[in-house]
């Protein structure tokens, strides 16, 4: 989930485990959501999308839940592996060319 | 298939010096966009170009200048740094604007003001 403070929320799963993150975000007028990784040293690398009109959208072995309702959305991954070590954050767009990003969560996966 | 380029990886700059940061993606997108990260906030975009020939403020625009050079380029310029602007720089891009589409993003740019 989100945090207002200097370290990023940690989120440590087994390997083989089913891991589900996090996010609130803060715009009803958003309309466009998207989850981002980000390796150690790299950029953020874009891992899939999800529109207002829908409520659910998979990838593969990942899938994005929206809530409406309550501002939620939550990307789960299947059978995390130790290459889905990251961190992961959250962006919801509300218009042409307004993005907001969250700080993100940091996920560790235990072999 | 590079994507978005980023150069310098890594710089160091003393108060008051000046730089260029260079971005060059190479998917013929028309959207360009300029974010630092500092931690434990969000991505924060500083300038953007929707389209070549134009370029816009963002959220922290101040101490900072761009340039879209081509439909390929987009730089980032501190005049004038400061410690404050110590941070690891994002270049992105989409085909068209942030609506209904992703941003692809370079590998950064680590800047230090001492």
């Known amino acids: 989930g989100e945090s207002v403070g200097l370290h990023l929320p940690t989120l440590s799963v087994q390997e083989g485990d089913n891991s589900i993150i996090n996010c609130a975000y803060s715009?009803?007028?958003?309309?466009?959501f998207i989850w981002y990784k980000q390796e150690s040293g790299k950029g953020p690398q874009f891992i899939i999308d999800?529109?207002?009109?829908?409520d659910k959208r998979q990838g593969q072995r990942v899938t994005v839940l929206l809530n409406k309702t309550v501002k939620h959305l939550s990307l789960q991954i299947a059978a995390t592996q130790p290459g889905d070590s990251a961190v992961y954050f959250c962006?919801?767009?509300?218009?042409?060319?307004?993005?907001?990003f969250g700080i993100g969560t940091k996920l560790q996966v235990i072999p | 298939n590079a994507g978005v380029t980023q150069t310098p990886k890594f710089q160091v700059l003393k108060t008051g010096q000046s730089m260029t940061l260079q971005c060059a993606q190479d998917?013929?997108?028309?959207?360009m966009y300029w974010y630092r990260q500092d931690p434990g906030m969000g991505l924060r975009l500083i300038y953007y170009?929707?389209?070549?020939?134009?370029?816009d403020k963002g959220e922290v625009p101040n101490g900072y200048n761009v340039s879209r050079l081509n439909k390929r380029e987009f730089s980032l310029r501190l005049e004038s740094a400061a410690p404050s602007q110590t941070s690891v720089y994002f270049c992105?891009?989409?085909?068209?604007?942030?609506?209904?589409?992703?941003?692809?993003f370079g590998d950064g740019t680590r800047l230090s003001i001492l």
């Open positions: 992105a891009s989409s085909k068209q604007g942030v609506n209904n589409q992703p941003q692809h």
């Open positions: 715009n009803s007028a958003s309309d466009y």
């Open positions: 999800i529109r207002s009109n829908m």
């Open positions: 962006a919801e767009g509300a218009g042409y060319q307004k993005v907001t």
């Open positions: 998917m013929n997108h028309n959207s």
């Open positions: 170009s929707a389209s070549e020939g134009t370029t």
